[in-house]
């Protein structure tokens, strides 16, 4: 199963380095960097890793065996945690805002996979929403979902 999800990992980010390649300008009108350039680094830097891991698990794919039904149970709850988490994010963006719906993230999220460390998931899940909200509203300025905080301020 590791093998054919680090596979489609792979085909996902040769696609995403094509189309972005195809799609966006590397240049601007101007002869300067264009928006085609993100694409490219972040595709070239998930294909490189990607094919790493296919590669690994290729090797490994005969030596691991999934005999054991008690930890193939383990990970399809933390899956279905993962998925009711980032549910949770998706469909709660436009109604909190995006601040206040990543923080709803980390806390469910870390209260689940980093049991009994309060203090550090409750830091972490006040501090991730602030740099994500100072780099993208205010440095980048490509605005965030408002929501609750746009009745407040």
Same mark, same amino acid.
């Given at each position: !199963?590791?093998?054919?999800?680090?596979? +489609?990992?792979?085909? =996902?980010?040769? #696609?995403?380095?094509?189309?972005? @390649? %195809?799609?966006?300008?590397?240049?601007?009108?101007?002869?300067?960097?264009?928006?085609?350039?993100?694409?490219?680094?972040?595709? !070239?830097?998930?294909?490189?890793?990607? +094919?790493?891991?296919v =590669?690994?698990? #290729?090797?490994?794919?005969?030596? @691991? %065996?999934?005999?054991?039904?008690?930890?193939?149970?383990?990970?399809?709850?933390?899956?279905?945690?993962?998925?009711?988490?980032?549910?949770?994010?998706?469909?709660?963006?436009n109604?909190?805002?995006?601040?206040?719906?990543?923080?709803?993230?980390?806390? %469910?999220?870390?209260?689940?996979?980093?049991?009994?460390?309060h203090?550090?998931?409750?830091?972490?899940?006040l501090?991730?929403?602030?740099?994500?909200?100072?780099?993208?509203?205010?440095?980048?300025?490509?605005?965030?979902?408002?929501?609750?905080l746009? %009745?407040?301020?």
């Amino acid at each position: !199963m590791r093998f054919w999800f680090s596979l +489609s990992t792979f085909v =996902f980010a040769v #696609g995403f380095t094509l189309m972005g @390649i %195809s799609t966006l300008d590397l240049f601007d009108f101007n002869g300067r960097p264009g928006p085609g350039y993100f694409p490219l680094i972040i595709g !070239m830097g998930l294909v490189i890793c990607t +094919s790493i891991n296919v =590669f690994k698990d #290729g090797k490994n794919r005969h030596r @691991i %065996s999934s005999s054991d039904g008690d930890e193939k149970s383990l990970y399809i709850s933390d899956t279905v945690v993962m998925v009711a988490c980032i549910s949770l994010l998706v469909f709660t963006l436009n109604f909190l805002g995006a601040v206040l719906s990543m923080v709803a993230f980390c806390m %469910s999220f870390l209260a689940y996979f980093n049991r009994g460390k309060h203090w550090q998931n409750g830091l972490y899940s006040l501090a991730f929403p602030l740099c994500v909200y100072l780099l993208f509203d205010v440095w980048l300025q490509a605005g965030l979902p408002d929501g609750l905080l746009r %009745s407040f301020f």
